[in-house]
């Protein structure tokens, strides 16, 4: 059985950083991709980025070039979302999800977390 859990949001002022978590139980599950996502109020889910479990290798959304970073986690089967800098925008329920094939951006994902609430204010 494959579950993906985040956590670690909160409400947050502009210019703080944050990190994300996102635990995953995995079973067997060998060659996955990790995906990080987000869904602001009245706007449609983007993609934040993702990186491939085996290899290492990760792909970011234009949005997201340079103040996000996905990456493992200290404990074992943890992701985690490192994002500076935070914005007013940046504000939205972000949620990880596990996908299969070479990383990507898009495409299906087939186990999804319920996601974690980020705040930024003034």
């Known amino acids: 059985q494959v579950h993906v859990e985040e956590s670690g949001g909160r409400s947050v002022r502009v210019g703080d950083s944050l990190t994300l978590t996102c635990k995953i139980t995995r079973d067997d599950l060998r060659n996955f991709l990790l995906g990080w996502f987000r869904q602001a109020p009245g706007k449609e889910r983007e993609q934040v980025g993702a990186?491939?479990?085996?290899?290492?290798?990760?792909v970011y959304g234009d949005f997201a070039k340079g103040r996000f970073t996905i990456s493992k986690g200290p404990s074992k089967d943890t992701a985690i979302l490192r994002i500076l800098n935070l914005q007013a925008e940046d504000t939205a329920v972000y949620t990880c999800a596990i996908g299969q094939g070479p990383v990507r951006l898009g495409g299906t994902w087939r186990v999804w977390g319920q996601g974690t609430q980020v705040t930024v204010s003034p």
């Open positions: 990186l491939h479990w085996s290899l290492g290798e990760r």
